[in-house]
């Protein structure tokens, strides 16, 4: 199993890095595509949902799941032909933003052809998912993993600070 390096915030209002300004760029383009749908339906209720999942998913899909327990978020993601180097994760209490990028080069194999290579194709994979939680995570804890192709990230939920609450009595 490979780990993936986490960026841990301590604080959710802390946007200062780049990653939040392109997750609010991508957040953009999904409104813009699912309001495209939407008026391509003809502006009819019912399907909003609908059209927002499959704007997510032109834009910045691979598969996830999302399994919530007593005690942690499992996040899964399906990450085929991407390097633990080439995944970096961002972490703060409320939200796990998850960033891929690869490149890969197309060569003509030299050894079948015996030929030189004239042109060489190069495309890129990106991918940029963004989760939020109902409940607070301790992003010192979070742990990630790339094993198969899948991307598994573990965040505690943290714990409820104990309070005295006094109960006050009719006389």
Sequence with gaps: MSEV???RLQRADDRSLPVFRQAEELLEKIRARAFSLFADRGFKNGGSLDDWLLAEQELCWPAAKIVESEVDYTVELSLGGY????VEITVTPGE???QAHAETERKPDRKKRKTDVHRSECRSNDV???FEFGVEVD???VSASLENGVLKIVAPKREAEARNV???TAA
């Design 5 to 7: 390096r986490v960026k």
């Design 83 to 86: 390097d633990p180097g080439e």
């Design 96 to 98: 796990i933003v998850v």
């Design 128 to 130: 940029f998912r963004r």
């Design 139 to 141: 992003s010192s804890r």
């Design 166 to 168: 006094t109960i006050a």
